[in-house]
Nanobody, 124 residues
Framework: QVQLVESGGGSVETGGSLRLACAAS????????LGWFRQAAGKEREGVAS???????YYIDSVRGRFTISRDNNKKILYLQMDSLKPEDAATYYC??????????????????RGQGTQVTVSS
């Protein structure tokens, strides 16, 4: 059974940092495109970052330079290091994977498999 489980969310002040983790099981992790998307209350899903099987990383403009996506193929964990957090980053963050879609941040919200999400709150 394919499963993704996020952790690491929490509440921080503006400028703070959080590291999200996504534990994967049930599929060949090293062969999978992986990504993060977020959804704030009352807003549409927004792709944040993606990482290819070769480790190439892609970000949306608003997080580039502040967020870092990475993967540990041995542990089967996907990470999202979030630094210099802003109130507009507050959302529920989801990790996702899909073997067929383009591995780009804007496609991540459409990925077929996603976790249950982890909440990130940023206070000003």
């Amino acid at each position: 059974q394919v499963q993704l489980v996020e952790s690491g969310g929490g509440s921080v002040e503006t400028g703070g940092s959080l590291r999200l983790a996504c534990a994967a099981s049930g599929f060949t992790f090293s062969a999978a495109c992986l990504g993060w998307f977020r959804q704030a209350a009352g807003k549409e899903r927004e792709g944040v970052a993606s990482i290819t099987t070769s480790g190439a990383t892609y970000y949306i403009d608003s997080v580039r330079g502040r967020f870092t996506i990475s993967r540990d193929n041995n542990k089967k964990i996907l990470y999202l290091q979030m630094d210099s957090l802003k109130p507009e980053d507050a959302a529920t963050y989801y990790c996702a994977t899909d073997p067929y879609r383009t591995c780009a941040p804007e496609r991540v919200p459409q990925f077929d498999v996603r976790g249950q999400g982890t909440q990130v709150t940023v206070s000003s």
